[in-house]
């Protein structure tokens, strides 16, 4: 659907700017929140489309990335991801006409900014009323962020932490900076980031005369609970300003879902999926882990794309342990050698393996009650292929569910995580 040569990443707004002024604006047709944030962007983002999709009339969207295993789960409309033949309808329609605007403007967009553009022209194909969109990468130049304040309900932060440094800065600050982008002039910004983020958050506020909602999530133990209490404060507002809210026990609806990808459990495999990619998410994930397997045997299959696995690491896995190192299918791939002897310099045994598919058979050959699967979205995405092929052996029921990206795999940019 998309050129996988196209370029990955080159930070700014305006070819997308450009492109969509060529394409009539589909942006401005529909009321947009954005989120972004280091960690629990993703979370936050499914929590509120689905408070939306469930206890209001209106049509709604939601654009993430990554995927886990198929393209469409970018593009969703009413929490369905959007079908094949819809899909490459409009996307064939969208990039022959960016292709058409390249050629005049001598000048080519990146993987992502097609992507956002195809999900702006989607959306408002098909009359969508809001639009919950994910922050690609930072913020302040996302492709993502082209949206007026005219047409955004709040910008929300989750919180901020140290991930892709070398795009935006090496301190707290700057990168708090880069994500304080989103927020829009005259409009609403919500906030769980700490000190020192929450203090340049708040200036880029009071300098575009935003308001500003900061959540305390200190008492909440674990990552979920800190998402859900953002996505509800945030949900607050939101139905504020728009009509026909139906009433529901908000809370309690969102503690029954289940994320794909994020603290997944599937208890007749004794596999826990994991999507944390970063030192401050592996620390959130060995409280999940301590809590609810407290008295058990984890096995860990790690994979990761260019993070820092070191950190990572370190934060995850307790001295002793047993991990499985092997690599996503992605050049941007860290390389088990490098995983396994930083595994070895922390005190635990590392076996190496070359996919996701010999790593869960070795795993499962050792002694364990738990095999946890985690490091990066993309590896939790093939596992979850292996999974529902070991699903359909077991049960003869079909895994096509999982199979559309096996054929088709797309390689992540640097605005995936």
Request: net charge neutral; aromatic share 8%; glycine share 6%.
């Amino acid at each position: 659907m998309v050129d996988p040569n196209r370029q990955r990443i080159s930070l700014s707004l305006e070819r997308v700017k450009s492109c969509l002024n060529y394409l009539g604006n589909p942006q401005k047709r529909f009321k947009s929140v954005l989120i972004g944030g280091t960690n629990g962007k993703g979370s936050v983002t499914y929590y509120l489309s689905q408070l939306a999709s469930n206890f209001t009339e209106l049509k709604i969207g939601r654009y993430i990335s990554p995927h886990l295993v198929s393209l469409n789960e970018r593009f969703v409309i009413n929490e369905k991801p959007v079908e094949d033949s819809l899909l490459k309808e409009v996307s064939e329609a969208v990039v022959e006409k960016i292709k058409q605007f390249e050629e005049k403007s001598n000048t080519s967009l990146t993987e992502f900014e097609v992507y956002t553009i195809i999900a702006f022209y989607l959306f408002a194909h098909e009359k969508v009323d809001i639009v919950f969109l994910e922050i690609g990468l930072g913020g302040r130049l996302d492709a993502t962020n082209i949206v007026d304040s005219k047409d955004v309900l709040c910008s929300i932060i989750t919180n901020i932490s140290f991930d892709h440094m070398e795009y935006l800065g090496n301190t707290i600050e700057e990168i708090a900076h880069e994500k304080a982008g989103i927020i829009k002039e005259n409009n609403y910004v919500i906030s769980a980031a700490e000190k020192p983020a929450i203090e340049v958050i708040s200036d880029r506020a009071k300098k575009f005369n935003a308001e500003l909602l900061t959540i305390d999530t200190s008492g909440c133990k674990f990552y979920k609970d800190k998402n859900i209490k953002l996505a509800l404060i945030a949900w607050d507002l939101i139905s504020s300003r728009i009509a026909n809210v139906r009433a529901g026990n908000y809370k309690e609806f969102l503690s029954s879902l289940q994320f794909p990808g994020r603290f997944q459990f599937f208890e007749d495999q004794k596999i826990v999926l994991d999507g944390a990619h970063n030192p401050s998410a592996a620390i959130e994930l060995r409280k999940l882990i301590e809590n609810k397997f407290s008295d058990k045997k984890v096995i860990y299959i790690i994979g990761m794309l260019d993070k820092d696995y070191e950190g990572f690491l370190k934060n995850l896995i307790p001295e002793g342990s047993t991990v499985v190192c092997t690599e996503p299918h992605s050049n941007r791939k860290t390389s088990k050698e490098l995983i396994s002897n930083c595994v070895l310099k922390c005190g635990s045994k590392a076996i190496t393996a070359p996919d996701i598919k010999s790593a869960i058979d070795i795993a499962r050959r050792k002694e364990h009650d738990i095999i946890v699967i985690t490091g990066s979205l993309y590896l939790v995405g093939e596992a979850l292929n292996v999974i529902a092929r070991s699903n359909f052996v077991a049960t003869k029921q079909s895994p096509k569910r999982y199979e559309i990206a096996s054929s088709a795999h797309i390689e992540p940019s640097r605005n995936d995580v």
